[in-house]
């Protein structure tokens, strides 16, 4: 009888310590896996970095040009297409500027595509850091240059051919660093 009772005693103390570890847990994560789970740690101190970080990494990447590309197009409905707008083109001007302060950090090490992947940013850009850095810097100009017609209020057209050369940013980068999904 009593080696019934000390048995059942030591289960239910065993299901306490399993309940309240979990419960620890969920009320601790971050003193758990602070160290672990921190992208810019794991990216730059690991040239592979963890899976999970790549994928988030990519897909952040990803959704970031996505936001560029909204913007970019919002400017050419303006610019282009006379949407009747015009009061915004300034803010979508600087919302790209401020987004493209940040395009060295989207593109960690350890973010290339794969060959099994087949698509995505080529491994290219960490071999030639110089030139990746250049075409941000040509990126970040044209904006500059975009941004001072469009305060001056010069001519449209000025405005559209400054749209344009942004519009060849995009692309020099792309055509040189980019594989476009299938
Ligand atoms: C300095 C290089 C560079 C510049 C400048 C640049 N991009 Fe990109 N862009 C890339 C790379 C590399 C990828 C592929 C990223 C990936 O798939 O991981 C990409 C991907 C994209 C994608 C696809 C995102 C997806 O969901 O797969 C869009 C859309 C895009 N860029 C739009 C733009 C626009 C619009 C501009 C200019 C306003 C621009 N980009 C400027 C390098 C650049």
């Not at 099994?116 to 075409?135: Q, T, V």
């Not at 240059?145 to 209020?153: A, F, S």
């Not at 449209?156 to 050369?165: D, G, K, L, V």
């Amino acid at each position: 009888m009593t080696q019934l009772i000390r048995f059942i005693c030591t289960l239910v103390i065993a299901v306490l310590l399993v309940i309240l570890g979990g419960f620890l847990m969920k009320v601790y994560p971050h003193s758990f896996t602070d160290t672990t789970n921190n992208p810019a740690i794991n990216l730059s101190s690991n040239t592979s970095g963890s899976a999970v970080d790549r994928d988030l990494a990519i897909a952040y990447r990803r959704q970031y040009m996505k936001a560029l590309s909204a913007h970019y197009r919002s400017l050419e409905a303006i610019l282009e297409k006379n949407a009747p707008f015009a009061n915004q083109t300034l803010t979508h001007i600087n919302s790209l500027l401020s987004l493209a302060e940040y395009m060295p950090e989207v593109f960690p090490p350890g973010t290339a595509m794969t060959h099994a992947e087949g698509w995505g940013a080529k491994p290219l850009i960490w071999s030639e850091p110089d030139n990746f850095s250049r075409l941000i810097a040509n990126f970040q100009t044209s904006l500059e240059t975009l941004k001072t017609v469009v305060n001056n209020q010069q001519n449209p057209i000025n405005a559209i051919e400054s749209f344009t050369q942004v519009r060849q940013t995009c692309l020099d980068c792309h055509s040189t660093y980019r594989v476009r999904q299938p």
